[in-house]
């Protein structure tokens, strides 16, 4: 497992619960300016053996990003349950849910 991957778990599973970072918040945080798709993969091969947080996750722009209407309702869901207010768009206000 290279370094960045090792940051990226660390940093996800200290998301605290309610609150939400992007993509690319994830990657500078574990030293990779351009590394928000590795942090997609990172999530989708890696979320169940390391029982990530993967809905405290999303986009830049603050919406859930993923296009499964079933996993999106799933994330809008468990985001919801944290107190995370989420639009029926699966739009997340960053500046008072985001770190």
Known sequence: ??????????????????RVM???????????????????????SMTEKY??????IINSKGRISITDARYAAIQRELLISEGVEVSEEGYIDISIYGI
Not at 51 to 56: E, F, G, I, N
Request: charged share 20%.
């Open 22 to 44: 992007s993509y690319g918040q994830v990657a500078r945080f574990a030293g990779n300016n351009r590394g928000a798709r590795q942090v997609a993969r990172i999530l989708h």
């Open 1 to 18: 497992m290279t370094q960045f991957t090792e940051e990226v778990l660390v940093i996800i599973k200290r998301i605290p619960c309610g």
């Open 51 to 56: 029982d990530l947080p993967w809905h405290r």
